[in-house]
C-alpha cells in the first residue's frame, strides 16, 4: 500500500503567517492528491484535488502544489478560522490512504 | 449537487452486528466507485472498504478484513457496509465517500461498540 508521510504533526502560527504543510508519498500517485481541513465534531472539509486545483468556495489563499512524489499545502496568509488540523490523502486507487494530520495551533 | 447521507450508526454491544447505510443523490450512483472512510475519537482517517460502480470489486482493510461486508443497490442509490463481530476499537465515525477527480464526502454516522 502507498504511505503518505505528513509534517510536521503540530504547527504553531499566528495571524497572517504563511504556513506551509509537506506530504510525501511512498511512491507516485500522479497527482490524485487532496486536502483536507477538519475542525472538531465536524467532517474532513474538501480544500485542494487532484494535487493543485482549489475546490469551489474554497478560500484563494489555499493553494496546493507537487513535486514529484512530494506535496505541500500553503496558506499565504493565516486567517482566525483556519486553526484546524489538516489531512493529505491520495486516491490513486480504490485504496486510500491518509497522512496523519498537521494541527495548526495559534502561537 | 453531490449528497451523501450517512445512517444506521449506534451502539451495540462487542460481537454484535450492525449495517450503516448511505443514501446518495445529485449523481449518476451507478458511474461511481464508493468508499468508507472511519474515523475513531481523538483519531486520524482511515480508510475501511472501497466498491467499484458496479459492485463487483470490493477492497478491504486488513483491521475488518472478513468481518465487514461492503454492498451497493444501484436502482436504490445507497451504498452499505455491513459489520460483524464488532469491537471496541471499531468505535468511530463513519463517512461515506464518492471517488471521482475531486473527492465527495457525507457527514458521518457514529458507531460506539461497548465491552
Known amino acids: 500500500d502507498i504511505q503518505m508521510t505528513q509534517s510536521p504533526s503540530t504547527l504553531s502560527a499566528s495571524v497572517g503567517d504563511r504556513v506551509t504543510i509537506t506530504c510525501r508519498a511512498s511512491q507516485s500517485i500522479r497527482s490524485w492528491l487532496a486536502w483536507y481541513q477538519q475542525k472538531p465534531g465536524k467532517a474532513p472539509k474538501l480544500l485542494i484535488y487532484?494535487?493543485?486545483s482549489l475546490e469551489s468556495g474554497v478560500p484563494s489563499r489555499f493553494s496546493g502544489s507537487e513535486s514529484g512524489t512530494e506535496f505541500t499545502l500553503t496558506i499565504s496568509s493565516l486567517q482566525p478560522d483556519d486553526f484546524a488540523t489538516y489531512y493529505c490523502q491520495h486516491y490513486n486507487s480504490y485504496r486510500w490512504t491518509f497522512g496523519q494530520g498537521t494541527k495548526v495551533e495559534i502561537k | 449537487e453531490v449528497q451523501l447521507l450517512e445512517s444506521g450508526g449506534g451502539l451495540v454491544q462487542s460481537g454484535g452486528s450492525l449495517r450503516l447505510s448511505c443514501a446518495a443523490s445529485?449523481?449518476?450512483?451507478?458511474?461511481?466507485?464508493m468508499i468508507w472512510v472511519r474515523q475513531a475519537p481523538g483519531m486520524g482517517l482511515e480508510w475501511v472498504s472501497a466498491?467499484?460502480?458496479?459492485?463487483?470489486?470490493?477492497y478491504y482493510a486488513d483491521s475488518v478484513k472478513g468481518r465487514f461486508t461492503i454492498s451497493r443497490d444501484n436502482s436504490k442509490n445507497t451504498l452499505y457496509l455491513q459489520m460483524n463481530s464488532l469491537r471496541a476499537e471499531d468505535t468511530a465515525t463513519y463517512y461515506c465517500?464518492?471517488?471521482?477527480?475531486?473527492?465527495?464526502w457525507g457527514q458521518g454516522t457514529l458507531v460506539t461498540v461497548s465491552s
Open positions: 465517500a464518492r471517488q471521482d477527480e475531486s473527492v465527495s
Open positions: 466498491i467499484s460502480g458496479g459492485g463487483d470489486i470490493t
Open positions: 487532484k494535487a493543485s
Open positions: 445529485g449523481f449518476i450512483f451507478r458511474s461511481y466507485a
